[in-house]
């Protein structure tokens, strides 16, 4: 058994799901590796003493730059505010680690350009934090695409909504509200949200050639939480975009922070030929299908079979699922990240994943769409990608 030793940067939420990720893998995956926490990183030493205790690491550190080039660390994970993302995995890369890094990859393209460049150049393995395609019933989706069960398609429809940030009384900035500070986050509900369904849409339906977009900021301006000014909004607090992909279909894209009553509603649906699919985070252990006709054959289900199907995902046949407990026990959230751990060091150890983990590259893709997303809103008109 190699032993792999991990620099944790960031100890907020995604710092939380990615360790947790690393105390478990071992326990649902076989794989040849021993993991060790070594390090985290975190700004305030209080949070950084209960995050080691918590969670099992050796020791903390306030100095990230330290933590990348400790020779005796193998994998950097990257679970800070996108701001930090491009100088963090750019040094990973030169000091030649293994790199997991959370989505979005970088505040723009051209900062993601110089991240591929980078992880390119040292031949490092990466891995980018779309978690949602790790969801068993998203991966039986991909499946199910796969299996040409869908037919030609013709529809895509994707939904990221949120609501907390209705009230004029959130502040900007500080721990958490960073997401709302163009200058931490880059975009809004785009690089946020739209990033993850933008992703699965190409991993879904193939790439967006051309994309039209409207973004709305509600409320101008908010307060500081540190400094207590009151400060204008630039980010998207809500993005809705239609989207022309490569294989002819035609795709509609919403999202919003002040989707009153929703909390994570994150969907996606695919309407073809022979069938369609849909599915939706807040009922995350089932799949919708609609079976239309027979992809071999062609022929049509009997007119009074037809309908929709809510397949619960939790049999030992379902992606993911032969790791974990018996038929009819569904899985959690915490368990996309144990599952897009698995693929990743299944692939460092030259084994076949589940599915392929999206890389730096892949993710710089992502980027490029969210970009375009933005400049169609900003000058009003379709974007070629
Ligand atoms: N894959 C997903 O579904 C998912 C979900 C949530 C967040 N994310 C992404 O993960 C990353 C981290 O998000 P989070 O929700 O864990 O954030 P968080 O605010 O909960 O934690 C951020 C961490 O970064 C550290 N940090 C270092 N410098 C900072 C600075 N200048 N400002 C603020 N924090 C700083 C903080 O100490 C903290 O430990 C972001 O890129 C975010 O987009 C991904």
Redesign the pocket.
């Known amino acids: 058994m190699k032993t792999l030793k991990v620099g944790m940067?960031?100890?907020?939420?995604?710092?939380?799901?990615h360790s947790n990720a690393f105390n478990q893998v071992g326990h649902f995956f076989e794989l040849p590796y021993k993991l060790v926490l070594k390090t985290c990183?975190?700004?305030?030493q209080t949070?950084l003493a209960n995050?080691q205790k918590t969670w099992g690491y050796e020791e903390t550190s306030t100095d990230?730059h330290k933590v990348v080039s400790d020779p005796e660390i193998d994998i950097i994970d990257?679970?800070?505010?996108?701001?930090?993302?491009r100088e963090m995995v750019v040094e990973a890369a030169q000091a030649g680690k293994m790199i997991i890094c959370?989505?979005?990859l970088a505040m723009n393209y051209a900062e993601a350009e110089e991240m591929v460049e980078a992880v390119e150049k040292a031949g490092v393995q990466t891995a980018v934090?779309?978690?949602?395609r790790r969801n068993p019933s998203v991966a039986l989706f991909k499946q199910i695409v796969d299996e040409n069960r869908i037919g030609r398609p013709f529809h895509y429809r994707a939904t990221y909504n949120q609501d907390y940030t209705i009230s004029k009384k959130v502040p900007v900035g500080?721990?958490?509200l960073?997401?709302l500070d163009a200058k931490?986050?880059g975009s809004g509900v785009t690089?946020?949200l739209l990033a993850?369904s933008i992703d699965c849409a190409e991993w879904l339906n193939g790439p967006i050639e051309r994309v039209c977009a409207h973004t709305e900021i509600f409320i101008k301006e908010r307060q500081n939480a540190e400094t207590g000014d009151m400060t204008p909004i630039t980010i998207d607090d809500a993005c809705m975009f239609m989207a022309i992909f490569r294989n002819g279909s035609v795709g509609t894209f919403e999202s919003s922070r002040y989707a009153r009553g929703r909390k994570n509603f994150n969907t996606m649906e695919m309407n073809g030929e022979n069938g369609a699919c849909f599915f939706n985070l807040e009922e995350p252990e089932y799949l919708q299908f609609f079976r239309y006709a027979d992809p071999e054959t062609g022929k049509k289900v009997e007119d009074h079979l037809t309908g929709w199907q809510r397949i619960l995902v939790t049999n030992s046949e379902h992606p993911y699922m032969s790791h974990y407990w018996v038929p009819g026990t569904v899985i959690g959230y915490e368990h996309?990240?144990i599952n897009q751990l698995a693929d990743f060091l299944l692939e460092a150890a030259g084994q076949r994943p589940v599915y392929p983990t999206p890389t730096v590259k892949d993710a710089a893709r992502v980027q490029k769409v969210c970009d375009a997303v933005i400049q169609s809103a900003r000058e009003e008109r379709w974007i070629q990608i």
Not at 41 to 44: F, K, L
Not at 129 to 132: K, L, N
């Open positions: 940067l960031g100890t907020g939420f995604m710092g939380r799901t990183y975190g700004r305030n949070t995050f990230w990257v679970a800070t505010p996108n701001f930090l993302h959370e989505k979005p934090s779309f978690c949602y500080g721990a958490s960073w997401r931490v986050a690089g946020d993850h996309y990240f």
